[in-house]
């Protein structure tokens, strides 16, 4: 079964995002912080990382930067609400995959989140 780890430090945004991708049939993982989410990437190695912008001890930025040094190849949408244009730049040249601005279209969710755990499925 493929996994995804969302991260999130508004619990209840991590909980909805979680409850969606657990009825669309994936097992889910959460994160409320970067620091957990990078102890969290090391122990379940997702197929998919979902990843806040903003993260109250250190930014998603900079744990999209550590987990891409970890793991080049591992998939990551980020997630924000908000439109900082040199962020969602900077998440790009990182290696993101995807960028979705809360609040979410849940359509473009299912299928973001489709689009890459099809490719990782290709990939094996």
């Known amino acids: 079964m493929n996994k995804i780890l969302v991260v999130d430090d508004e619990v209840d945004i991590a909980e909805v995002l979680a409850a969606f991708l657990i009825k669309e049939g994936y097992d889910?993982?959460?994160?409320?912080?970067?620091?957990?989410?990078?102890?969290k990437f090391?122990?379940?190695?997702?197929?998919?990382?979902?990843?806040?912008?903003?993260l109250p001890d250190?930014?998603?930025?900079?744990?999209?930067?550590?987990?891409?040094?970890?793991?080049?190849?591992?998939?990551?949408?980020?997630?924000?609400?908000?439109?900082?244009?040199?962020?969602?730049?900077?998440?790009?040249?990182?290696?993101?995959?995807?960028?979705?601005f809360k609040p979410f279209d849940f359509n473009y969710l299912k299928n973001a989140v489709l689009a890459v755990i099809g490719k990782a499925d290709l990939c094996k």
């Open 28 to 39: 889910v993982v959460t994160a409320y912080d970067g620091n957990t989410a990078l102890q």
């Open 42 to 54: 090391s122990e379940v190695n997702p197929s998919l990382i979902l990843l806040d912008i903003q």
């Open 58 to 100: 250190i930014n998603g930025i900079e744990v999209l930067g550590k987990i891409k040094g970890i793991n080049k190849d591992i998939n990551v949408i980020m997630i924000t609400a908000f439109r900082d244009a040199d962020k969602v730049v900077e998440a790009f040249r990182l290696g993101a995959y995807d960028c979705i």
